[in-house]
Each structure stands twice: as C-alpha cells, then as structure tokens.
C-alpha cells in the first residue's frame, strides 16, 4: 500500500540545521509531488512548499525562502527537508504528504517528525 | 494569500447528533481546489473530502462536503465516537498560487 515514512525525532539547538526524510513506497515515486507540512505544538497545520521527485524542481512558501531547502533522491524514493537557522518558533511537527497529479491535496501523509528546537 | 476561516471553534455535540462545520475563504475558491482533513491527537491528518464534495476513499457516506465560491460546508451525520477530532480545510489558489488550510475546528463530545 501507499506509505510515506518519515526519520525520527529531533532536538537542535537555536542557530542549527535540521534535514528530515520522508521515504516513499508502493507507487511510482516520481509520478507524485511531495508536499511539506508544519504543526507547531497545539496550533494548525502550516504549508511549507513542495516539490516534484521527476525533475527535483521546488517551489517554498515565502515566509520560508531562504531557509528551507528541499531536495530528493530517487535511486532511494526519499524526500527531504532541511530547515537552516533554526528558531524556537520552529518547534513543529513536520509532515510530508503526497499530492498527484492536478489532485491539489494532500494524501497520505506520513507520519510525522517531531522536531524540537531549544538551547 | 488566500485566508480560510473555520468557525466554529469548537463544537460540542453528542454522538448520534449531527454537525455542520464551516469554512469562509477571503476570495473566491475553484471547488475542484477545495479539501477537508480530519486529526486526531497524536496522528497525522487525513483526508476526507476533495473537490469540495468527493468523498476519499474509505471515508463513509456520513462525511459530506457542499459549497462553492467562498462558502464551504463539511457536514456530519449520526455522529460516531471516533468522529470526534479537529477538521481542517484546505485550498489551492489566490496569485501567486499558495496551498493554505483553515484554523481548524474541533468537534467534541458534549
């Protein structure tokens, strides 16, 4: 069946780095775009960009740019994400969702990272 | 930016009764770009309607979404415990073209 599983837990520093992965299995990884999600601790869900696994091609909300980065490999069928400068306010759990073609939602999802960001 | 404001906030029904949650965006919003999730604690969202009006799959006829423009309905019949959770919205557009959700609503037992 169709599965997004995603890396483990993190715990960074203010100022650090974070990358996440977001492995895909049981379609054809570079048919579907990858989305990335936040949910900081009791809020709503926050979109942080997309990109597609055929040509690697990204695309980041703006309040983001500069930070994020979203890369893929499909030799593994993985997405990533790394946030750069990490901030308190970055404490979230981020999720990676699939979106088909034309489809403009999200499903699955994976299951989510909890990344925690304190000094 | 294309804003999405749930309301209720918080809704308090029992089981068996049905709810009627809402969601209004700033402009107006192609159905076919219009989606609604479900959360329950500690799991990832799912998604339940697309299209405005598509039921997902294995999503049971209990769940039904209606509207257009900038007014959206997620509707639920014969309330079930473990319907019970927060519902989001969801939407493509505005220029340049963003994916944004609502605020959530959270439906809880009363």
């Known amino acids: 069946q169709v599965q997004l599983v995603q890396s483990g837990a993190e715990v960074k520093k203010p100022g650090a780095s974070v990358k996440i992965s977001c492995k895909a299995s049981?379609?054809?990884?570079?048919?579907?775009?990858i989305h990335w999600v936040r949910q900081a601790p009791g809020q709503g869900l926050e979109w942080m960009g997309i990109?597609?696994?055929?040509?690697?091609?990204?695309r980041y909300a703006q309040k983001l740019k500069g930070r994020v980065t979203m890369t893929r490999d499909t030799s593994t069928n993985t997405a990533y994400i790394e946030l750069s400068s990490l901030r308190s306010e970055d404490t979230a759990i981020y999720y990676c969702?699939?979106?088909?073609?034309?489809?403009?939602?999200?499903?699955?999802w994976g299951q989510g990272v909890p990344v925690t960001v304190s000094s | 930016e294309i804003v999405l404001t749930q309301s209720p906030g918080t809704l308090s029904l029992s089981p068996g009764e049905s709810a009627t949650l809402s969601c209004r965006a700033s402009?107006?919003?192609?159905?076919?770009?219009l989606a609604w999730y479900q959360q329950k604690p500690g799991q990832a969202p799912r998604l339940l309607i697309y299209?405005?009006?598509s039921r997902a799959t294995g999503i049971p006829d209990r769940f039904g979404g209606s509207g257009s423009g900038t007014d959206f309905t997620l509707t639920i019949s014969r309330l079930e415990p473990e319907d019970f959770a927060v519902y989001y919205c969801?939407?493509?557009?505005?220029?340049?073209?963003?994916?944004?959700f609502g605020q959530g609503t959270k439906l809880e037992i009363k």
């Open positions: 969702a699939r979106e088909g073609p034309q489809q403009f939602r999200f499903d699955p």
């Open positions: 049981g379609y054809t990884f570079t048919t579907y775009l």
């Open positions: 990109i597609n696994p055929s040509d690697g091609t990204a």
């Open positions: 402009q107006s919003v192609s159905s076919t770009y």
């Open positions: 299209g405005a009006s």
């Open positions: 969801q939407q493509y557009g505005g220029s340049p073209p963003q994916y944004t």
